[in-house]
């Protein structure tokens, strides 16, 4: 399997290991857990989409807000486009939200890629729940995301905050990517990566 990469770049802050049980999620139907830690857990289909829970320690100031325009701007310079936008929200009702982006991979002129992340963001901890395959395969599985989204349980949130309860970000469009030669390639089956080293998911 050809190994690629997506950028989810996060301040270096945000690499430091996480606390036990930051999060809850049992492999939706027609996923299998490849692996799991403290730090997320990764998964794939039998169809090679890959699935790709990732936690990070967040630092002060993180809001969701903050996050999405991050993340939005950083995958934008790197050739993604944001096709969608969504309120989503996990099991134990922390609100996140959802984007969809699609890719072409360099070097081709028609083999494209679909990407969605949901964020969710607690005082402790950002999520972000990762899907990621073929094109042709996108409408399968993007269907599931957001009930795979409601099946996730996030922690970390404290209640004398608003941190947890913090307000959508308004609608964010990706920028003017870098050179063809700058930018990354997108995610493939059973990869993700959230500080731009791939991280394989698949086999």
């Known amino acids: 399997m050809?190994?690629?990469?997506?950028?989810?770049?996060v301040a270096a802050g945000l690499l430091g290991a996480t606390g036990c049980n930051a999060y809850r999620l049992e492999p939706p139907k027609g996923f299998a857990e490849v692996d799991a830690d403290r730090t997320g857990s990764r998964m794939k289909s039998g169809d090679d989409v890959g699935l790709n829970?990732?936690?990070f320690d967040n630092v002060e100031g993180g809001t969701l807000e903050f996050w999405s325009e991050d993340l939005?701007?950083?995958?934008?310079?790197?050739?993604?486009?944001?096709?969608a936008q969504s309120q989503a929200r996990s099991k134990n009702r922390v609100t996140g939200t959802r984007?969809?982006?699609?890719?072409?991979?360099p070097g081709t002129e028609s083999e494209t890629k679909f990407y969605s992340v949901v964020?969710?963001?607690?005082?402790?901890?950002?999520?972000?729940?990762?899907?990621?395959?073929?094109?042709?395969?996108?409408?399968?599985?993007?269907?599931?995301l957001d009930g795979i989204a409601k099946d996730v349980k996030v922690r970390g949130c404290r209640a004398w905050t608003d941190v947890c309860r913090g307000p959508q970000p308004g609608k964010l469009a990706t920028p003017v990517p870098d050179?063809?030669?700058?930018?990354k390639p997108a995610p493939d089956e059973g990869?993700?990566?959230a500080d731009g080293d791939a991280a394989k998911q698949g086999g």
Do not use: C, I
Request: glycine share 4%; no cysteine; charged share 25%.
């Open 2 to 9: 050809r190994r690629m990469t997506m950028m989810f770049v």
């Open 179 to 183: 050179k063809p030669s700058e930018a």
């Open 119 to 144: 964020l969710y963001v607690t005082d402790a901890h950002v999520f972000a729940l990762q899907l990621a395959g073929d094109d042709e395969l996108r409408a399968r599985h993007l269907a599931q």
């Open 72 to 83: 939005v701007r950083k995958l934008g310079k790197r050739g993604y486009v944001l096709v």
């Open 99 to 105: 984007f969809d982006f699609t890719y072409v991979v």
């Open 53 to 55: 829970l990732r936690v």
């Open 191 to 193: 990869t993700a990566v």
